[in-house]
């Protein structure tokens, strides 16, 4: 187990990584596994006397192929950190960079547009449209893309295929179980095939069964090489994770790799994913 201390959390094992990096700290991510970088992060609400913050002087490096379990008291500041993440919202000051991008002060629109490109969100309730089928809740990141609609139809399609939840393409939301409202909402998360998925307590509203369905999709998408940043209050969970960070008033409490840098999945092609879900249905 590698323990990370704050600020300071690159590298891994290898000193020569961490070198080239600290060199160049302040002026540009060198090191293009590093997906999430950010420095001296305040989110502050409110102002003078009133102010209060969410997050302060948060530093913290995300690597692609991390299973990353956020946990804390509520009000600590864990959707906060993931909206920022994903660009939903923006900190007061600090630097974000997403990709080696200094993403901290860029327009709304370059905002939208590169969330739609790189991120998939799940939420604990689903956040599915309740008047839109199942089949067009999947599709609709996809709109933000511009993909013609039947590109978009084919791909959520194929994403509920995986999810086993092509016989309920036309069902609207409210016809469907906890467990299937998540799936199609993870369905919807990875249409797109975005390099992070970010999940606000994504369990939080099912029970136990449907919980550990959700989570072992969820293992399946990191172990393609997917970044995974997921709040959590179910401390069991953590064993899915490769690292599981501890939060308090805003800052980073403990972070914990369980898995090293070196032994995180690799991204693999479009091409021998569909290869591996077919072996994965073959089996089953
Ligand atoms: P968590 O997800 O860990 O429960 P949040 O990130 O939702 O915590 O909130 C962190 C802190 O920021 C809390 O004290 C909360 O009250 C405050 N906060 C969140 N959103 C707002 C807002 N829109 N206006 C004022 N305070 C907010
Ligand atoms: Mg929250």
Redesign the pocket.
């Known amino acids: 187990m590698e323990s990370v201390c704050r600020g300071n959390s690159t590298g891994g094992s290898n000193p020569l990584a961490s070198a080239t990096l600290n060199q160049h700290q302040d002026k540009i991510i060198m090191d293009n596994n590093i997906v999430i970088k950010m420095s001296g992060l305040t989110k502050r609400?409110?102002y003078g006397d009133t102010a209060?913050f969410?997050l302060q002087d948060f530093d913290l490096e995300i690597r692609r192929g991390e299973f990353v379990m956020i946990m804390?008291p509520?009000?600590?500041?864990?959707?906060?950190?993931l909206n920022i993440i994903g660009l939903l919202d923006r900190a007061t000051d600090g630097e974000y960079y997403l990709n080696g991008e200094d993403v901290s002060d860029i327009s709304s629109a370059r905002q939208a547009r590169l969330r739609a490109k790189k991120i998939g969100f799940i939420f604990q309730d689903f956040n599915l449209i309740q008047n839109l089928t199942v089949i067009e809740n999947v599709a609709l990141p996809l709109v933000y893309v511009n993909r013609p609609r039947t590109v978009r139809l084919k791909a959520a399609s194929n994403a509920l295929k995986r999810f086993h939840l092509s016989e309920r393409e036309y069902y609207h939301p409210s016809q469907l179980s906890g467990g299937q409202k998540q799936r199609v909402a993870i369905a919807r998360a990875i249409v797109s095939d975005p390099e992070i998925i970010l999940a606000d307590e994504p369990t939080g509203n099912l029970d136990s069964r449907s919980s550990s369905i959700v989570m072992d999709e969820l293992k399946a998408i990191h172990e393609e090489g997917n970044t995974i940043i997921m709040?959590t209050h179910n401390p069991a969970l953590t064993v899915y994770a490769t690292r599981v960070i501890n939060m308090l008033d805003g800052q980073i409490a403990t972070d914990v790799k369980t898995v090293s840098d070196y032994n995180l999945p690799q991204p693999i092609s479009v091409k021998s994913k569909k290869r591996r879900r077919k072996s994965r249905k073959e089996e089953k």
């Open positions: 609400y409110g209060s969410a804390g509520s009000g600590c500041g864990k959707t906060t950190l709040v």
